[in-house]
């Protein structure tokens, strides 16, 4: 029995060895993560030494079975425990994932392994912070309080706190609450010189790397961004093996062929291009169990597809729909209630800035119901032409969804002069559908006029964004 007990484990180790998913889940078990092999290593340490920023999956697999304090802190003859194995290998997001699971956060503090306090902690404290603050606060609360240099610390979470909505609760202070203004005045400036790229009009891959950017993505590596930027390419990878219910699934695959069909990037039926765009949307219906999958999410997906590989594209358009500045799920859910209201903001400015629109609007018995739910669902993507579609998007990424208002009276403003004389329903529908600004009477002078305006727009303060 015991020669039967070494040899299971013996093949358990050697699965890990060769990143063997199928055999490694088969084999699991509570009785394998207290075997000990050469070193007093158990089966974790072993999975923590081969793990790298690429390969993951095996110390995943693990934690799925593996999640008690005493099993996930272990050490091995030298004193090592998994953690302390992470750190040393500088795989913070890992280690992070560790710590949440329940990991002893003791080899946090040990200087013989970070070297002088506050090496790492400001990244650890960011990735904790991002994945179970709520459920572990006295570990970001210990970080703060035990670290020496914790201004940097806070200055690196800052942006982490604004993009979660998370104000640290215990793990900050009324200090620490200063130093975060601070950072977040600096964001700011920042998103100046940022905005001036936008106004240069920037392509390829300058555009790519201010959009991550702007979307607080970006940034050198090992920065708070980065940090986020790779967690969210890791949950797409993840949720490729979560299921999700058969209505959805169907519901996706029946957009696909729809979206952008006369678009040489998307032309091959089901080829690499249409099967990158299911997965994004995908992986978004996983995570956002309350909207799961709407039609207007594929135009948007299929823009970012169209500048980044799909594990990049997922990121950014996560953060579109989930991040407080955009937030475009508002629109989606409770029943396309937020849309809806977002529609009676259009009309009162209208009103306000287009009062001869207004007017005729009312004579045509025409309400912004038949226009605004496909401008903003798709963010224009399919009504304004791509090279002023992308100024669009990086003015939208600089200022958030305010950007969808003030587009809006831009295009009804440019369009007044054609729809005034219009007593037909369907003209009016064409000229609102945006038909005219694939035409070549929609000059770049026009555009030009059309994103001044759209800078210079300021929304009412009568008028809240949601």
């Given at each position: 029995?015991?020669?039967?007990?070494?040899?299971?484990?013996?093949?358990?180790?050697?699965?890990?060895?060769?990143?063997?998913?199928?055999?490694?889940?088969?084999?699991?078990?509570?009785?394998?993560?207290?075997?000990?092999?050469?070193?007093?290593?158990?089966?974790?340490?072993?999975?923590?030494?081969?793990?790298?920023?690429?390969?993951?999956?095996?110390?995943r697999a693990m934690l799925r079975v593996f999640n008690s304090e005493e099993i996930l802190s272990i050490e091995d003859d030298r004193g090592r425990s998994p953690l302390s194995i992470l750190l040393k290998k500088q795989l913070f997001t890992l280690a992070a994932t560790l710590v949440n699971n329940g990991a002893s956060a003791d080899p946090l503090f040990d200087e013989t392994i970070n070297g002088p306090l506050c090496a790492h902690h400001s990244q650890l404290l960011g990735l904790v912070l991002t994945t179970a603050h709520t459920e572990r606060p006295?570990?970001?609360?210990?970080?703060?309080?035990?670290?020496?240099?914790?201004?940097?610390?806070?200055?690196?979470?800052?942006?982490?706190?604004?993009?979660?909505?998370?104000?640290?609760?215990?793990?900050?202070?009324?200090?620490?609450?200063?130093?975060?203004?601070?950072?977040?005045?600096?964001?700011?400036?920042?998103?100046?010189?940022?905005?001036?790229?936008?106004?240069?009009?920037?392509?390829?891959?300058?555009?790519?790397?201010?959009?991550?950017?702007?979307?607080?993505?970006?940034?050198?590596?090992?920065?708070?961004?980065?940090?986020?930027?790779?967690?969210?390419?890791?949950?797409?990878?993840?949720?490729?093996?979560?299921?999700?219910?058969?209505?959805?699934?169907?519901?996706?695959?029946?957009?696909?062929?729809?979206?952008?069909?006369?678009?040489?990037?998307?032309?091959?039926?089901?080829?690499?291009?249409?099967?990158?765009?299911?997965?994004?949307?995908?992986?978004?219906?996983?995570?956002?169990?309350?909207?799961?999958?709407?039609?207007?999410?594929?135009?948007?997906?299929?823009?970012?597809?169209?500048?980044?590989?799909?594990?990049?594209?997922?990121?950014?358009?996560?953060?579109?729909?989930?991040?407080?500045?955009?937030?475009?799920?508002?629109?989606?859910?409770?029943?396309?209630?937020?849309?809806?209201?977002?529609?009676?903001?259009?009309?009162?400015?209208?009103?306000?800035?287009?009062?001869?629109?207004?007017?005729?609007?009312?004579?045509?018995?025409?309400?912004?119901?038949?226009?605004?739910?496909?401008?903003?669902?798709?963010?224009?993507?399919?009504?304004?032409?791509?090279?002023?579609?992308?100024?669009?998007?990086?003015?939208?990424?600089?200022?958030?969804?305010?950007?969808?208002?003030?587009?809006?009276?831009?295009?009804?403003?440019?369009?007044?002069?054609?729809?005034?004389?219009?007593?037909?329903?369907?003209?009016?529908?064409?000229?609102?559908?945006?038909?005219?600004?694939?035409?070549?009477?929609?000059?770049?002078?026009?555009?030009?006029?059309?994103?001044?305006?759209?800078?210079?727009?300021?929304?009412?303060?009568?008028?809240?964004?949601?």
């Open positions: 029995l015991v020669n039967d007990e070494e040899k299971e484990e013996e093949t358990l180790a050697e699965a890990v060895r060769r990143g063997d998913l199928e055999q490694l889940s088969s084999l699991l078990s509570e009785q394998s993560a207290t075997y000990r092999y050469e070193g007093g290593r158990t089966i974790l340490h072993l999975a923590c030494e081969g793990a790298t920023e690429e390969e993951t999956g095996t110390l006295e570990v970001t609360k210990s970080i703060l309080t035990t670290t020496k240099k914790w201004k940097k610390g806070v200055e690196r979470v800052a942006p982490i706190i604004s993009l979660h909505g998370n104000d640290g609760g215990s793990a900050q202070g009324e200090v620490e609450e200063k130093m975060a203004k601070k950072m977040m005045k600096k964001e700011k400036r920042s998103k100046k010189t940022l905005s001036k790229m936008v106004m240069k009009c920037a392509e390829g891959e300058d555009r790519r790397e201010m959009w991550r950017e702007l979307l607080g993505l970006g940034g050198e590596q090992g920065s708070v961004g980065v940090c986020e930027y790779q967690r969210l390419r890791e949950e797409y990878a993840d949720s490729l093996a979560n299921s999700l219910p058969a209505k959805v699934t169907l519901e996706i695959y029946k957009d696909i062929p729809r979206t952008y069909p006369s678009e040489p990037f998307f032309a091959v039926p089901y080829g690499a291009s249409q099967c990158a765009l299911y997965h994004i949307l995908r992986a978004y219906a996983v995570k956002d169990e309350d909207i799961r999958y709407t039609q207007g999410m594929a135009s948007v997906a299929g823009i970012l597809l169209m500048h980044f590989p799909v594990e990049d594209a997922y990121p950014l358009f996560s953060t579109l729909f989930q991040h407080p500045k955009f937030c475009f799920r508002y629109f989606f859910k409770d029943c396309m209630q937020g849309l809806l209201d977002a529609g009676d903001r259009v009309t009162t400015l209208v009103q306000l800035k287009l009062p001869k629109v207004g007017a005729w609007m009312k004579q045509c018995s025409i309400e912004t119901s038949y226009f605004i739910p496909r401008w903003f669902l798709e963010l224009y993507a399919t009504t304004l032409p791509p090279h002023f579609l992308y100024r669009v998007w990086d003015l939208l990424f600089v200022r958030g969804v305010e950007v969808l208002y003030a587009v809006a009276i831009a295009l009804l403003d440019y369009l007044q002069p054609q729809l005034l004389p219009v007593t037909d329903l369907s003209t009016a529908f064409a000229l609102l559908r945006g038909d005219v600004f694939s035409s070549s009477a929609f000059t770049k002078i026009h555009q030009f006029k059309l994103l001044k305006a759209v800078a210079n727009f300021k929304l009412p303060p009568s008028l809240p964004l949601f």
